[in-house]
């Protein structure tokens, strides 16, 4: 076997990273050597604190390095809605819109019995010990709109059903037309499902 | 100041990336910490040791973690024939084409007067007590198409021409329509060039 220089194994390195080819691998790891040595310390540092430290909250299962995530803390927000998303990224996403103001709930997946995902694995038990606190007033699904998503969404429904009967109301995110989307580019599907759903102006 | 988690700390320190904006560094963050935190860890490892040990090759400048880097040590390389080039990702891009067997000699910058950048910056009196030895036969300039590239390239050629005088040829890259490039979308100065350059066939 050839050895391996440092800089060859930096370089392997960043290829873990999506979206990074061989190509901008190179050119990360010449640009911090070049110019920002003090930058490539503080990203390892920081790589290495949050691969080992960064766990799932006790709450929401968001990611956190304490045991309940910020939001989770945060009393300001409204104990009463929860939103469910799949993925700590979808949480990012939603609060990037600064237009919710609930709690969270993440999935960490979705339903998929073929592949052995089942309501266990998705923390449904979490979820239902969380709706029978009785303080949440709606949940809003907001799985993607596949048919794993949608299959976890009924599933989420019949749960809080279940558990609360009519005490708790579940919704479902909007689906249309996405804001400056042109008509001639949308899908079919989408587009006849935003004909069927049509609102009066 | 608001409390920054270990996750947004993360994302601002992969913006430091070249390439890398916010979103990006979102996608690198929650790519590592879903999938991949393993190869999270090596990355953080791999950085932290080539930002501290990866220094520059006594003899050729190029950058390395020993005394000498590969090249230099490699005995089956010709020692008669030098490339002189700016910069390290130059090294790795020649060495791309495997059609050079020759050294290097890396400027590590081009020569800059108004930015106080001076012969003494880029290494020129390594390169003269390199041509001194005697061993070399040929210089190839091979730094930028650009006025301080082509005033780097005189430079040294004038260096080579003091210290050797006629004993060492210099010479430079050829210019002119790259392989596989459209007449029609060339520009003006290098299709000019081109032209006066032509080759009988």
Same mark, same amino acid.
């Given at each position: 076997? *050839?050895? *391996?220089? %440092? %800089? @060859? +194994? %930096? /370089?392997?390195a960043f290829c873990c990273l999506p979206g990074v080819g061989k190509k901008s691998a190179q050119r990360m790891a010449y640009h911090l050597l070049d110019k920002n040595r003090q930058g490539g310390l503080t990203l390892s540092a920081s790589l290495q604190q949050s691969m080992q430290d960064i766990g799932n909250c006790n709450r929401c299962r968001d990611y956190t390095e304490s045991d309940e995530c910020q939001i989770c803390q945060n009393e300001r927000r409204d104990e009463t809605i929860l939103c469910v998303v799949e993925s700590p990224s979808d949480v990012l996403a939603i609060e990037a819109t600064a237009n919710f103001h609930g709690k969270f709930f993440v999935l960490l997946g979705q339903l998929s019995p073929l592949d052995g995902i089942g309501p266990n694995e998705i923390g449904m038990p979490l979820l239902a010990s969380r709706l029978k606190e009785g303080v /949440? @007033? +709606? !949940?809003? !699904? @907001?799985? &993607? &709109?596949? /048919?794993?998503? +949608? @299959?976890?969404?009924?599933y989420i429904a019949q749960i809080a059903e279940q558990e609360m009967g009519e005490q708790i109301q579940v919704s479902r995110l909007a689906q249309g037309v996405p804001v400056g989307g042109e008509l001639e580019y949308l899908d079919q599907s989408t587009l006849a499902l935003s004909l069927a759903n049509r609102k009066l102006i």
């Open positions: 076997m *050839q050895y *391996q220089s %440092l %800089l @060859a +194994e %930096l /370089i392997d /949440i @007033a +709606e !949940v809003i !699904v @907001a799985t &993607s &709109s596949t /048919i794993e998503g +949608e @299959a976890t969404a009924n």
